[in-house]
């Protein structure tokens, strides 16, 4: 059996259960969680090694996150909604998390609808099975979400009392891709917070540059040492030219003063150590063409590359991290 890997999304109104599950998924299968920044771009929440076992190949499923879906009444919570709805295009299957305990409400249905416009393979996912005594009364339940959406599967969990999940991951295993790990299995405790660390200096990037600059640059990580009180991070802007790199360092290094001081700051707050950085700015043309550049150093921009592959925006052209929709980044 191959080894497969992809993108599972957690849908649901608030109170479904999201957390736990995220949580509960993670912790029964050894594998850790990447720190809680709750900044908008970080939708990585969780990554779930499941290990080879009877007949079945491993896999790796990374479990994203998402706000609590309900209707936007303001332009956060559009902004939120967009977020969801950008989490759900890249994704491989979605799981929408439902509270058996509740009748199906207008979140709910403002989530079908989501689903309905994304055409996205999705499970349908009981929770809380603990508290309903009698489980014939999931049936109707049942139908009625069936009418609403082509589920692939009805699989019914207790994310408290981690019932069910066993069959949630080999269901979610069964329709995944096959495909090699997205993260090295034997970094998994540092992996995610180096990656937050080159997030955090891209995304000080992103603010500080204008034009095309975002989207010439990517950071990698060179050197990520944790200790308790200090963690040492080398890390390096890439961009395509000369000029770009000008701005980057900026006049007398200010800009890049800049980028660094306040990426350091965030990262922390996320480590909750402090944090030595030194930042390098390099021009390498055409690295966004190299695929073994991509491949192997840039996680951000290799999930987004797989990403706008897998969703060819209409009347967009070629996907191109030009032509992506970035604005809500
Ligand atoms: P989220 O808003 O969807 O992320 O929901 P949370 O994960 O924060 O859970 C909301 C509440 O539901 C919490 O009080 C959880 O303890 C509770 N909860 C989640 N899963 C279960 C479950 O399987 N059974 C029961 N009884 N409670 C659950
Ligand atoms: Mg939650």
Redesign the pocket.
Known sequence: MPFRSGFVCIL?R????????LNALVGEKLAIISPKAQTTRNRIQGIVNVPKRNGKGGAQIVLIDTP?VHKPDSSLGRKMMVEVREALEGCDLVLL?MDVTHKIDPRDQFAIDLLRRMGARAFLVL?????IKEKSRLLPLIEEYRKLYKFDEVIP?????RKGLDDLLNSVVDVLPAGPAYFPDDQLTDQPARFMAAESIREQVLLNTSEEIPYATTVVVEQFEEGKRLTKIAATIYCEREGQKGILVGKGGQMLKKIGMAARLQVEKMLGTKVFLELYVKAEPGWRDSRQFVDELDWRRQLEQRMLRQVPREGKGQPSPESGDHGAE
């Open positions: 649901g608030p109170n479904a259960g999201k957390s736990t599950l609590g998390l929770n809380k099975i603990d508290l969990i207790s994310a408290t009392k």
